[in-house]
């Protein structure tokens, strides 16, 4: 039984954990509920269950719930009627609900109970107006769309994303008055943001004077600006959206431009509210310093506020990785750089791989030319290459050069001006400047990322 959204204005939002994935077979060990009217929270419930079985070891490395924490929770009959009065006239939500929804109804079941709710699923309503994504599962839409999740696989945290992703998704409903502009400048006009395209691209906001306040990308610019306009989480998050009076946009046809565009108009344009923006994609950075006896040490870890690090990573494992890499290439020392334990000559020097910084046998001078050099280059699989993905349109393609392992800029080209001269594509390619930020953006999204065509040259 599904629906839409109708008239509705109760909506439960539900998350279980359970102890495997066979309803009737399975319990759930968690359950997590949220009421909501489509624009706010009303309500929350949830509580770890007791489910009178073992817990596989395998669920418990995946949420962390074990046989010890659930011993001394309630079964799930004596919480039954709490979730039948909860849940009275509302439709049952949830990111990919059935598998929610089935195990509700298998649990009443038991009791002797038929539980029937309507329901509405997340999945398919971010297919519909999300459409293109690589995926749709919870944690990978929630990360395109910057919606926070610190309990993944907790029933509490997924049930909390699911419920900003479904404000975002409620507000496409085809009626524009479902639009709330509560507590937003009237400058704003709703027609205005019911024309946002549902595509990648960088949105600008103005204030009610006509000046740039800030600057984003997303995959789909008319959900990420939705976000901002519903987003009271932090008093600089309201601040700025009360001053929001006009939304600009430029369309890049895939995420890679985007980030690209956004990294370049930021630096430009310097907007208030994007000045002390803190990059999440990428978490750890590379930092050096130099120790006592006058060698550059590189180290990384967590990105800090207060340092701008030589190179970001979005995880310590690409972090750690790259600080092999770039020992191994201009062969550092990896003692100095806090690779190999001990203190004295590390066993790279005694294989001829380190030229011995690390037991005084090479000057700190020789030493840092070589360091300065690693982080003066950002290190490509390919030295000159184009990289081919999705244009604005059907009929054409993005480009993106990078020359001598330095970024040149990016532009869009028809098709048809290819053919096979990849080289053709300079004629639409429009200069930006080349900084380390940029080719580590370029450098971590191919790394994750699949684009139509990298072509060496």
């Known amino acids: 039984m599904s629906v839409q959204f109708e008239n509705q204005k109760r909506f439960a939002i539900i998350d279980v954990e359970t102890t495997g994935l066979k309803a009737g077979q399975e319990k759930i060990t968690e359950i997590a509920i949220i009421m909501h009217d489509g624009y706010k929270i009303i309500e929350e ?28 929770a309630p079964k799930f009959y004596e919480i039954a009627r709490e979730i039948v009065e909860l849940t009275e006239n509302a439709i049952i939500v949830g990111h990919n609900v059935n598998f929610d929804y089935s195990f ?34 919870l944690g990978k839409i929630c990360k395109a769309l910057g919606i926070p999740n610190s309990a993944r696989h907790r029933a509490a945290g997924d049930a909390m994303a699911t419920s900003k992703l479904f404000e975002l998704l409620f507000k496409f409903d085809d009626e524009p008055e479902n639009i709330s ?33 800030y600057i984003g990308k997303s995959i789909n610019i008319k959900a990420r600006v939705l976000q901002h ?71 990384y870890g967590k990105t800090i506020d207060e340092l701008n690090p030589d190179y970001a990573y979005s995880s310590q494992a690409e972090a750690k990785e790259h600080l092999f890499f770039l020992t191994e290439t201009f062969q550092l020392c990896q003692r100095l750089n806090g690779l190999y334990p001990g203190s004295g000559a590390c066993f790279h020097f005694h294989i001829g791989q380190c030229k011995g910084a690390c037991c005084g046998n090479e000057s700190p001078e020789a030493y840092n030319f070589r360091v300065n050099e690693a982080l003066e280059r950002y290190h490509f699989e390919h030295e000159n290459f184009y990289i081919f993905d999705m244009g604005r349109e059907e009929n054409e393609l993005s480009v993106i050069k990078v020359e001598n392992s330095v970024y040149c800029g990016f532009g869009f080209v028809p098709h048809s001006e290819i053919n096979n001269d990849p080289g053709a594509a300079d004629d639409f390619l429009q200069k930006y400047p080349d900084n380390r930020e940029v080719r580590q953006i370029i450098r971590s999204y191919l790394k994750r990322h699949k684009v139509l065509k990298v072509v060496p040259f």
């Open 45 to 72: 419930f949830s509580t770890l269950l007791n489910p009178e079985i073992k817990i596989p070891y395998y669920i418990t490395q995946l949420t962390g719930i074990n046989d010890q924490m659930v011993a001394g």
């Open 104 to 137: 509700l109804r298998a649990e009443f079941k038991s009791l002797g109970y038929d539980f029937q709710r309507k329901t509405l699923d997340t999945i398919k309503l971010s297919r519909k107006h999300i459409p293109g994504q690589p995926s749709y599962s």
């Open 181 to 213: 502009m509560k507590g937003l400048s009237s400058n704003l006009n709703k027609s205005l943001i019911e024309k946002l395209p549902e595509k990648h691209g960088v949105y600008y906001f103005y204030d009610a004077q006509g000046k740039l306040i």
């Open 229 to 299: 306009l519903s987003n009271g989480s932090t008093k600089k998050a309201v601040e700025m959206k009360t001053n929001i009076s006009d939304v600009d946009f430029h369309l890049t046809g895939n995420e890679l431009i985007a980030l690209l565009l956004e990294s370049d108009e930021i630096k430009k344009q310097k907007p208030v509210y994007n000045r002390s923006q803190r990059r999440t994609l990428f978490n750890y950075g590379l930092y050096h310093f130099q120790d006592e006896q006058g060698y550059i040490r590189l180290k």
